[in-house]
Each structure stands twice: as structure tokens, then as C-alpha cells.
């Protein structure tokens, strides 16, 4: 269970690119928080900000406007001395794993490499730690001295992960960590993840496509439509209480193994906006079956539905 | 006659190791069949073999491969150049990543129709627009008119069928259509493709990791694993009633809406 003390507050942020003279919405007024032992699932279609999230709590973005504040701190403005030391605290997982790796350096070097970067700890002690990160991600000490090709995608990843929690950080963030991965492997993955983040007190955020499988490791989830976070659910009951119709669009498209061949599928009419525009209502207006003049030309504000049930929509479903 | 069949096919690639070996499966007219099964099984090897167009080094070095009673292995070059795009044609996992960003789609699809037909550049921009409206891209001129960065992923993949299906080929090979796309678009790809087999009768190899989308769409389905089929059959052989464990754990690991999670 989630220790009730807030680890990372988002509050307000937006981010905003220059692209040729004008101004790309990546991500409008933004947020959130994670606790200990947390798994927030930020879910949403591709391009709607949830990459950019990501970069900003691990300060490798700059935010527009907002701020970001861990146990109490608040790093978004802080200068890159001040911030280095505080880099180590927020780990990221990414994609695809064998990017991530450089071709020539042995998987024991590599999981080496920030405890003694970061805390100078001798060669040795951190190849002993090594090991021991092998052992706890459930592969073996052979692989120390073996190259990133001779890996599987799934051991590439567990050796990802494993040096993302080598040196101890509040927060890991994993942007798709399992897309590129077969299902028996990105369930072995997910258990994965869900036990080193009870066992160590992390907060995780968990970015993905699939709903089924963010469910399956999270506490919470958020759906993102264009650069907003549109709906809060808590994963459990999510599949019941959703109330937003993108939501309901999000799970339509959901194949089930066991689905009926002949059930048609439920289609969202047309394409996501511009992010190069502003709109003044609803970003999902255009797409919204349930859509009335109010959502035309006025934005609809995050309100509690109850516990930690928040939703953005003038015309929630009813349920 | 089936319309396709494979038979005790074995593949190799240059080191000697077998990425498909002794593999054996037959596709009717008409018919989805989906390949599912581990990464790095040789789903991907075995539909690029039905293509003629392995990998360097890869070989077919046993079995038979049979369209429409012709043997594509004993087959030239030219002759299977010909029938690539023709009798066969295949969409990739990420369609926009094989276009040419400079060029217009017009002129892509253009010049793709008319490798294999001799046609006007009118008729083939007719034909073109004729079989984008059939994949529900209604602005069909716009699409045409468009650079590739200008259309959205779901888009790119619709064109892409559309450029694969315009031949009206035998056989169309799907390899990964929608892993590239989000929940929603994929709805959309799937949808096209349940429609050229319902409405236009195309007979389709998919292959996929996401068991919903081959349970949804397939008549058969065959299970992959280290580079052995260990498991084909008709879709509720294969979804309802597996017999091989491996097959049962792979169906078992498919995250669902309703199931148990593992967070706490
Ligand atoms: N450096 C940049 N310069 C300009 N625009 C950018 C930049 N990075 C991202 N964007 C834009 O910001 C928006 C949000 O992108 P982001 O990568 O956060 O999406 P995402 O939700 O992670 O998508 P995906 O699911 O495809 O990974 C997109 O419209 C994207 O094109
Ligand atoms: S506010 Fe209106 S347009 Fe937006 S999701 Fe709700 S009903 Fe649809
Ligand atoms: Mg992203």
C-alpha cells in the first residue's frame, strides 16, 4: 500500500515549444502527485505530452510555466550545479533497450557506472553490487561479462531497469518500457517493476499504450488528450467508473482474447487536433460524440467525482 | 487447393542457425491467418520468404513454398519481382518510415501503380484516390497532395495498405500493421483490414504480438516459438481451446481490462 506522504507534486505545468513562429502545446497546466510506494499509468495517444511529462520531472526539459517539487524541493528553476546532485533521485527507463546501450561496454561495467560516478565507490564494491542488481532483476551473474547484443529485448531491459535503481532513486519513470516486448516478457516486466517499487519505497510514474497492461502495475491512472490530463481513475475500478468519454473511447478500442468476431468495432471519428492551435473549449470537442455548445468554446476544469476519481468534461457519462 | 501452402519450410541465415525450422502451414482464399507468438520466433522471416525477399544471408534450404499451385522457390529473380506487388504484396510495421519524405504522395503511389500496370498517369491517380476512399480517407485529393509528415501514423498505415491492396494481389502480408499505432488508430487499421477480406475477399497473413487483434481478425492463427510453429489452428482451436502450454501461458499473458493486476 501507498505511504500517504506526497514524494513528487506537479503543479501547474505546461510546456510550450517554439516551432516555426509559433507555438506548440505540448503540455497545458498539468497536475499531479505520487507518493511512496506509487504507480501512477499516464495513458493517452501519441504526441499528447506524455514524453514531454516525463522529460520535465527528470529536468532534462525546462518547464514553461509550473513547478515541480520533490520531498519538499523544488527543482524546476534550480541552476545545473545545484541540480546535479539532485538528477540522481529520478531515473528513467525507456523504450527501446538496446538504444540505450553502448555496443562495446560490458553489462557490468554499465551497471557499474553510476555508483561510482555518482558516489565514488571502488570498482570492485560496485561490481559486487552489480551482481547483486543481477540477482534482483532475475538474471544471473554470468551476464556481467556479457555485451548488450548477446541479450534477449526482456534481459536488455531488466538490465536497464537494474541500473536505473542502482543508485537509490525516489523516482523511476518508464516511458513504454514494454512496448517493444512480447507479452509473456513484458508481463514478467511488469511484475517486476511492481515488486521493486513496493520494496524500496519508490514512486514510479508508468507511461504506456496499453491500458490493460498500465492498469495491471499501477494505483492510479491518468488519460491525456492533447497536452491535459482529462480523467483521474483509480485502476481497480477504472473499467466501472470512467466518466470521460475519451476514456470510453480508449477502452472501446481495446481487443479482448476473448472478444466476439462479430462484434463491430467502435471507430473515434477523425484525427487529434493541432497542438499548434489554441482551443478555446474542449480539446476533444471536434471528436466528441457527446459534444453541446458549452464544450465549443469553453475549457472544462478538472472537478472530484470522489476518492481519487477526477474528471475534465462538461457532459460526463453517467454511470 | 489451398491458396498458399508452406511446406516443411527450414530457413537459415549465414551462421548456420535455423530461424524458421520445418514449418508447415496452408492459407485459403479468402482467409486471415495471423502468426503470433515470441519475438524472434521467425514470424518475420517466414512471411519475408513468402515475399522473396529475405534478409542477406537468409535462405530457404528445405520445403516447398506454393501459391496458387507455383513453387515461388523455383522461381527467377525476375519472375519473383513480378509477382511481388502483384500477386503479393506486403504492408511493414511502420509504412511511414518506408516512404520517401520529399515526395508527394501522389507521386509514390503514382509511380507504385504504374511498375506493375501500364496505365496513364490519369488513371492511376483515379485508381489511386478510388482505393483511398475504399480505406475511409474520404479527402482522398488532399491526401494525395500530401508530404508524409503531414499525415498522422494511422493515416501513413492506411495509405500504405491502400498502395499494397491497389494490384488487388492474391496474397497481402501484414507484418505488424498496428504495433506502431496508438489504441484507437489501431481500431481503425484492424477495421480495414476485417473490410478488404469481408467486402473484397483478400486473403491476409498478419503477423502481431497482440493477441486481441489476431483473435479478432483471424480465421486461423499459428503459434510461434523459437523458430517452431508448435501450435496452428482454427481461431477458437487456438484462443479457446489451446493444447499446447505454451500457447496456454501466451494467452494467459496478455494483460486484460477485467483481470487481476499486480499492484497493490
Ligand atoms: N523538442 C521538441 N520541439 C518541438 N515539438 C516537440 C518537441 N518534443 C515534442 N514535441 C511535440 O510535443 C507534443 C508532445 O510530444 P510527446 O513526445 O510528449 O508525446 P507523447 O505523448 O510522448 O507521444 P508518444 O506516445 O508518441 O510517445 C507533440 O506534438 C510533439 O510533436
Ligand atoms: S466537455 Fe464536451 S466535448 Fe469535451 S469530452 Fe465532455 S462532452 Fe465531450
Ligand atoms: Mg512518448
Redesign the pocket.
Given at each position: 500500500m501507498p505511504d500517504n506522504a506526497v514524494l513528487l507534486e506537479i503543479k501547474n505545468v505546461s510546456?510550450e515549444?517554439?516551432?516555426k513562429k509559433k507555438k506548440?502545446y505540448?503540455?497545458s497546466d498539468v497536475s499531479f502527485t505520487l507518493s511512496r510506494g506509487e504507480t501512477l499509468g499516464l495513458v493517452?495517444?501519441?504526441?499528447?505530452?506524455?514524453?514531454?511529462?516525463?522529460?520535465m520531472i527528470a529536468g532534462s526539459?525546462p518547464v514553461t510555466s509550473g513547478s515541480i517539487t520533490l520531498d519538499g524541493v523544488e527543482y524546476t528553476h534550480m541552476k545545473k550545479k545545484e541540480f546535479a546532485k539532485f538528477r540522481r533521485s529520478i531515473q528513467m527507463v525507456f523504450q527501446d533497450p538496446l538504444s540505450s546501450f553502448s555496443p562495446r561496454m560490458r553489462i557490468g561495467t554499465y551497471l557499474c557506472e553510476p555508483r561510482v560516478n555518482y558516489d565514488h565507490v571502488s570498482k570492485d564494491e560496485a561490481m559486487a553490487e552489480a551482481e547483486e542488481l543481477l540477482a534482483k532483476v532475475g538474471l544471473p551473474a554470468e551476464f556481467l561479462m556479457r555485451y548488450p547484443h548477446e541479450l534477449s529485448g526482456g534481459q536488455l531491459q531488466r538490465v536497464a531497469i537494474a541500473r536505473a535503481i542502482a543508485i537509490s532513486p525516489k523516482i523511476l519513470i518508464c516511458?513504454?518500457a514494454t512496448g517493444a516486448l512480447d507479452v509473456s516478457i513484458q508481463n514478467q516486466i511488469a511484475k517486476l517493476l511492481v515488486e521493486l517499487v513496493e520494496e524500496n519505497n519508490i514512486g514510479c510514474l508508468f507511461?504506456g499504450?496499453d491500458l490493460a497492461l498500465v492498469r495491471s502495475v499501477t494505483q492510479r491512472v491518468a488519460i491525456?488528450y492533447l497536452?491535459r490530463i482529462v480523467e483521474f481513475l483509480d485502476s481497480e475500478t477504472l473499467q466501472e467508473e470512467y466518466m470521460h468519454p475519451y476514456t470510453e473511447a480508449l477502452l472501446d478500442s481495446i481487443f479482448d482474447v476473448h472478444c466476439d468476431q462479430d462484434e463491430d468495432i467502435k471507430l473515434l471519428a477523425g484525427e487529434a487536433p493541432s497542438?499548434l492551435v489554441v482551443h478555446n473549449g474542449c480539446p476533444f470537442a471536434q471528436r466528441c460524440e457527446y459534444c453541446t455548445e458549452q464544450c465549443r468554446y469553453q475549457l472544462p476544469e478538472l472537478s472530484h467525482v470522489n476518492g481519487t476519481h477526477y474528471v475534465a468534461c462538461f457532459n460526463p457519462l453517467k454511470r | 487447393m489451398s491458396l498458399l501452402e508452406v511446406k516443411n519450410c527450414t530457413i537459415r541465415y549465414q551462421n548456420g542457425t535455423s530461424a524458421v525450422n520445418n514449418v508447415s502451414f496452408s492459407v485459403e482464399k479468402g482467409e486471415i491467418v495471423s502468426l503470433v507468438g515470441e519475438s524472434g520466433s521467425g514470424k518475420t522471416t517466414m512471411v519475408r520468404a513468402i515475399l522473396g525477399l529475405l534478409p542477406p544471408g537468409g535462405k530457404v534450404t528445405e520445403g516447398e513454398i506454393i501459391l496458387d499451385g507455383r513453387n515461388l522457390l523455383s522461381l527467377s529473380e525476375r519472375e519473383q519481382e513480378e509477382l511481388r506487388g502483384k500477386d503479393i504484396a506486403m504492408i511493414f510495421q511502420d509504412v511511414g518510415a518506408s516512404m520517401d519524405p520529399i515526395k508527394l504522395i501522389k507521386s509514390q503511389y503514382v509511380e507504385a501503380i504504374r511498375t506493375h500496370e501500364r496505365i496513364s498517369r490519369e488513371e492511376s491517380y483515379d485508381k489511386a484516390t478510388d482505393m483511398l476512399k475504399r480505406m475511409h480517407l474520404t479527402d482522398a485529393n488532399r491526401v494525395m497532395a500530401s508530404y508524409p509528415f503531414e499525415l498522422s501514423g494511422g493515416m501513413k498505415q492506411r495509405v500504405g495498405i491502400a498502395m499494397g491492396m491497389t494490384a488487388q494481389p492474391k496474397l497481402l502480408l501484414a507484418d505488424e500493421p498496428t504495433s506502431a499505432l496508438?489504441v484507437t488508430i489501431q481500431a481503425q487499421v484492424v477495421h480495414e483490414l476485417r473490410e478488404l477480406r469481408d467486402k473484397y475477399g483478400a486473403t491476409i497473413i498478419l503477423v502481431t504480438h497482440n493477441m486481441g487483434v489476431a483473435s479478432y481478425l483471424s480465421d486461423k492463427i499459428g503459434v510461434m516459438k523459437t523458430s517452431q510453429m508448435v501450435e496452428f489452428g482454427t481461431r477458437d482451436e487456438i484462443i479457446i481451446d489451446p493444447k499446447e502450454q505454451y500457447t496456454k501461458d501466451l494467452i494467459d499473458a496478455v494483460p486484460k481490462m477485467g483481470g487481476n493486476r499486480f499492484a497493490r
Open positions: 510546456k515549444f517554439p516551432v506548440l505540448a503540455v493517452g495517444e501519441s504526441g499528447c505530452g506524455k514524453s514531454t511529462i516525463a522529460k526539459l516511458d513504454e507511461i499504450h491525456m497536452g497542438p | 496508438d
